[in-house]
C-alpha cells in the first residue's frame, strides 16, 4: 500500500496552493486571533469591555454571510469566494495597523468577521470540489490538518509576542495576519481551473433547501455538536482557573494538545473510518463529546488528587471526540447534499457553527454562574440528543443509511 494511502492522504498533485494557503492563513489568524482584544485595549486605548462589545457586535452582524453565499456560490465558484474572503481579511488587518480610530476599527472588524464567515461558507464547496472521485473525505481530513497545524504553530508566535511586551508585538501580529492573508489569497489564485471548476453546477433546478427537513435536522443536530467544540475555548479556560486547584498554565497545555491531535490525526481517522457510516462515526462523537463533559462537571466533586489526571482524561476523550466530528461533519453534510446547488447546501452547513459561536459564551457563563458543573452536564445532555437525532435520522432517511465515502 503506498504511503499517502496508508495515512489517508488524497491525491494533491496541482493542488498544493490550496494546501499553502491553507496553512498561511491559518498561522496568521493564530497569531493574531489571540491578541486583537489585546490590540485593540493596550494600542488603540480603547477599554477591554468596549472593544469586547465591539467584536461581539461586529460578529452578529456577519451571521447573514452564509446564507449570502449560498445564494452565488454556484454561480460565483467556491474558489474566488474564498480569495475575495482572503483579501477583504487582508484590507481589515491592514486598517488594524494603521488605524487608531473607534469607528475605522469597527468598520474593520466587521470587516474581518465577515470575511471569515464568507470563508468558512465556501471553504468546504472548494475542497469538495478539487477532490478526484471518493477523495472527499480524505481532502476534508487534509484541509483540516493544515489548518489545526498553522493555527498552532500561529499560537504559539503569539505566545512568543505577548512575553516581549510593549506596542510592537501587537502591531507585527497585525501586519503578519494581513500579509498572510494576502499570500494565502495570491495561492489560491494560482489553482488551475481543472482543479476547482466543476462541470455539474448548472445542470438543472436546485431543490428548495427550506423544504429539506432531514437536512435542516442535521444542521440542528450538528449545532449542538459544533457548541461541544467551541467549548474548549470559552468554558474550560474560566472553568479551570475559576472552579479546580491547578496551575493555570495547564489550560495553554491542554488546549495545545489538543490542537496536536486535529493537526496529525484527521487523515488517520479517515483512513480507519472509510469504510463505516458517516452517520455512525458522528453518532461516537457525540457520545464521546458526552462522556468528556461529564468528566469536566465530575471535577468538582472528587479528591484534589485526582484531579489533573481526570482532567487529562477529559481532555483525551474531547480530542477524540473533535478529531471524529472535524474529519466528518463537513463531509457528511457534502455527501447528502445534491449535485446541483450542493454549494448553497454547504454554506448553510455553516450555520451550525454560526450559532453555536454565538451561544457558547452565554450558555457556558449564565449557567456556570448558577453552579459550577451546570453547564457541562447540559452540555452532555445536549450532545446525547445530537448522537440519538443523527441516530434516528440515518434509519428513517434513506439517503442517510448509505452515506459512506
Excluded at 450532545?383 to 434513506?398: D, F, G, H, K, W
Amino acid at each position: 500500500m503506498p504511503a499517502a494511502a496508508s495515512l489517508g492522504l488524497p491525491n494533491v498533485r496541482g493542488r498544493v496552493p490550496l494546501l499553502a494557503g491553507l496553512a498561511i492563513d491559518s498561522f496568521g489568524g493564530g497569531c493574531a486571533g489571540p491578541l486583537l482584544l489585546l490590540f485593540f485595549n493596550k494600542v488603540a486605548g480603547i477599554p477591554l469591555g468596549t472593544a469586547g462589545v465591539m467584536l461581539t457586535v461586529a460578529t452578529l452582524f456577519s451571521i447573514a454571510a452564509p446564507a449570502a453565499v449560498g445564494l452565488v456560490v454556484d454561480r460565483v465558484g467556491a474558489r474566488n469566494i474564498v480569495v475575495a474572503a482572503q483579501f477583504a481579511q487582508g484590507l481589515a488587518f491592514t486598517g488594524f495597523f494603521f488605524g487608531r480610530s473607534m469607528w475605522l476599527l469597527f468598520l474593520c472588524a466587521l470587516v474581518t468577521t465577515t470575511g471569515q464567515r464568507v470563508f468558512w461558507s465556501a471553504i468546504f464547496s472548494l475542497l469538495a470540489d478539487v477532490a478526484d472521485e471518493g477523495e472527499r473525505d480524505k481532502w476534508f481530513g487534509l484541509g483540516g490538518m493544515m489548518q489545526a497545524g498553522g493555527l498552532a504553530l500561529g499560537a504559539l508566535v503569539a505566545g512568543w509576542l505577548l512575553a516581549i511586551g510593549g506596542d510592537a508585538p501587537y502591531l507585527f501580529a497585525m501586519a503578519l495576519n494581513a500579509v498572510t492573508f494576502y499570500l494565502a489569497g495570491l495561492l489560491l489564485l494560482r489553482l488551475h481551473p481543472s482543479h476547482h471548476e466543476r462541470t455539474d453546477q448548472d445542470t438543472g433546478p436546485a431543490p428548495l433547501l427550506r423544504k429539506d427537513k432531514t437536512f435542516l435536522a442535521l444542521i440542528g443536530a450538528n449545532t449542538l455538536l459544533a457548541l461541544c467544540t467551541m467549548m474548549l475555548g470559552v468554558g474550560v479556560p474560566v472553568y479551570v482557573t475559576e472552579a479546580l486547584t491547578v496551575p493555570k498554565w495547564l489550560v495553554g497545555v491542554l488546549i495545545a494538545a489538543t490542537a496536536v491531535v486535529l493537526a496529525t490525526g484527521q487523515t488517520l481517522v479517515v483512513r480507519h473510518t472509510e469504510q463505516r457510516r458517516r452517520t455512525n462515526v458522528m453518532v461516537v462523537a457525540g457520545i464521546t463529546y458526552a462522556v468528556w463533559a461529564l468528566l469536566m462537571a465530575l471535577q468538582v466533586h472528587i479528591a484534589a488528587g485526582w484531579v489533573v489526571p481526570v482532567l487529562v482524561l477529559a481532555t483525551a476523550c474531547y480530542a477524540f471526540a473533535d478529531v471524529l466530528h472535524a474529519a466528518t461533519n463537513n463531509a457528511l453534510s457534502a455527501v447528502i447534499s445534491p449535485v446541483v446547488g450542493r454549494g448553497k447546501y454547504l454554506s448553510y452547513w455553516q450555520y451550525s457553527f454560526t450559532f453555536s459561536s454565538v451561544l457558547a459564551p452565554a450558555f457556558f457563563a449564565q449557567l456556570f454562574e448558577v453552579q459550577h458543573e451546570l453547564p457541562w452536564v447540559a452540555l452532555a445532555v445536549l450532545a446525547l440528543i445530537a448522537s440519538l437525532t443523527i441516530y434516528v435520522l440515518a434509519r428513517v432517511a434513506p439517503r442517510l443509511s448509505s452515506a459512506r465515502i
